[in-house]
């Protein structure tokens, strides 16, 4: 499923995307700081965004005031109201960068786009299917796919097959992103680098890829005996 042939790909949050042709006429910008609300799940629209520069988190609201992040979006994502259905957003969407810069679609002009609202639409069914399957996984192996995931899609793969990860990523960040608790993720990551199959911190990580898939399997594995 994932390959080291699929990380070949420079990831930089800082520089904006230069948008398709056939949406290069129709965005306008905003800007966001670290921290501030494009938009809150319940929230009436409809309208699609398409990240330029930055990294947003998309959560919801969960039990006890907690929240679940579903998904991280950099540039060249679409997120907001991708059906055209769709009246309120699903899931809010919060600026994680210093600096964020999005386009503002409408689709009444972006009914050309239509193949790109498709593959975003499967990206966020993909997203929901992840975390399903990752549900009742322990721990250690929920968080290790979820750097899979990330070097995947922001990761920069060096000569020696090293996966490097700069996002700006708190400890709380993922302990939203795997639906566990700040201290049991903080615990998971200090007995990955003990092990070796992770290094880093503080939004900085990297790990080899085959290192990493093998973590997560042994531990999958050793919780069915």
């Given at each position: 499923m994932w390959t080291v042939s699929n990380l070949q790909r420079q990831s930089n949050l800082d520089r904006p995307?230069?948008?398709?042709?056939?949406?290069?006429?129709?965005?306008?910008?905003?800007?966001?700081k670290r921290g501030d609300t494009?938009?809150?799940s319940g929230d009436t629209g409809p309208a699609v965004y398409r990240v330029e520069a930055g990294l947003l988190k998309l959560f919801l609201d969960v039990a006890g005031g907690k929240e679940r992040i579903l998904s991280l979006a950099g540039p060249g994502d679409l997120i907001g109201s991708i059906a055209p259905s769709q009246t309120q957003y699903t899931e809010s969407a919060e600026a994680l960068s210093g600096s964020v810069q999005v386009g503002v679609l409408d689709y009444s002009a972006v009914g050309h786009a239509f193949e790109l609202l498709h593959d975003a639409g499967a990206k966020q069914l993909q997203q929901l299917r992840d975390a399903?399957?990752?549900?009742?996984?322990?721990?250690?192996?929920r968080l290790a796919r979820t750097f899979v995931r990330l070097g995947d899609r922001f990761g920069n793969v060096q000569e020696d097959g090293l996966t490097r990860v700069t996002l700006p990523l708190t400890h709380d960040n993922l302990a939203a992103m795997i639906g566990a608790a700040r201290e049991t993720t903080s615990t998971t990551l200090a007995q990955m680098r003990e092990s070796g199959v992770l290094s880093g911190t503080r939004g900085n990580y990297s790990y080899h890829l085959h290192e990493l898939l093998?973590?997560?399997?042994?531990?999958?594995?050793?919780?069915?005996a």
């Open positions: 995307a230069p948008p398709p042709a056939a949406l290069r006429t129709i965005l306008a910008r905003r800007e966001l494009l938009y809150r399903l399957e990752d549900a009742d996984l322990p721990v250690p192996a093998s973590f997560a399997a042994e531990v999958v594995a050793n919780s069915s």
